[in-house]
Each structure stands twice: as C-alpha cells, then as structure tokens.
C-alpha cells in the first residue's frame, strides 16, 4: 500500500526542565490533537532522545549527538502546503501552546523531507 504521506516535517526542541510536565501534557492533550484534525496530516509521532550504542566496523561505539534537541515530533503530510495552511496557522496558535510552553522551549530546529520509497 502506498503511503500517502508523502513529506516528514520534524520539529525537533529542547525544554526548560521546571517545564516538562506541562510540556508533556500540553504536547499529548492539545498540541497533537489539534494538529492531526488539519487537512493533510497522515500522522503524529513524539520522540525524546535516547543513548545511543551502535555496532559498525566491527566495533560498539557509544554515539553522541552535540547539540541534538531532546524532543521530536514527526509530523507526516501530504505536501509542504499543508505547513502553510489557514488550518495548520489557527492549529499551532490554539490551546495553551503558545503561551504556557513554546516561550520556554529552545534549540528549536524545522526540517522538511521528502519521502522517498525504495524501489523493487
């Protein structure tokens, strides 16, 4: 079956730690809610950084990724246009978002991609 999700679009922050549980709440109760009623979200998904060991060359290595946010959202769409939409804008400023968290996150990053699904 085809994923019609065709773009990832990751917003990707680091909290203040005073922050975390209402980041939390907020992120799962309202944000996310929110966001997945906008026309041209496939899915959501939250991640949070994770130690990371990885086996290559032959050998463990312990991976350190400087200056990686902490927490992720993915946020799969069928096109980037879905980023600039009346619905999306109205979504991102609803709930207790943009007033009881984003001003206490930092080291925000915004990506784009484009999936692109293996042939054969």
């Not at 041209?40 to 060991?53: F, M, N």
């Not at 007033?99 to 692109?116: A, G, S």
């Amino acid at each position: 079956m085809a994923n019609p999700a065709k773009y990832l679009f990751i917003a990707s922050m680091d909290v203040e730690p005073d922050k975390l549980d209402i980041f939390n709440e907020v992120y799962d109760k309202e944000h996310c809610p929110m966001l997945r009623k906008v026309p041209g979200v496939v899915a959501i998904s939250r991640l949070s950084l994770e130690p990371l060991k990885l086996s290559m060359g032959g050998k463990v290595m312990d991976i350190v990724a400087e200056g990686e946010p902490n927490f992720s959202a993915f946020y799969w769409i069928e096109s980037p246009e879905v980023l600039v939409s009346k619905a999306w804008a109205d979504a991102i400023e609803e709930g207790r978002w943009p007033e009881q968290v984003r001003p206490y996150t930092k080291n925000r990053r915004h990506v784009l991609r484009k999936v692109m699904e293996p042939s054969g």
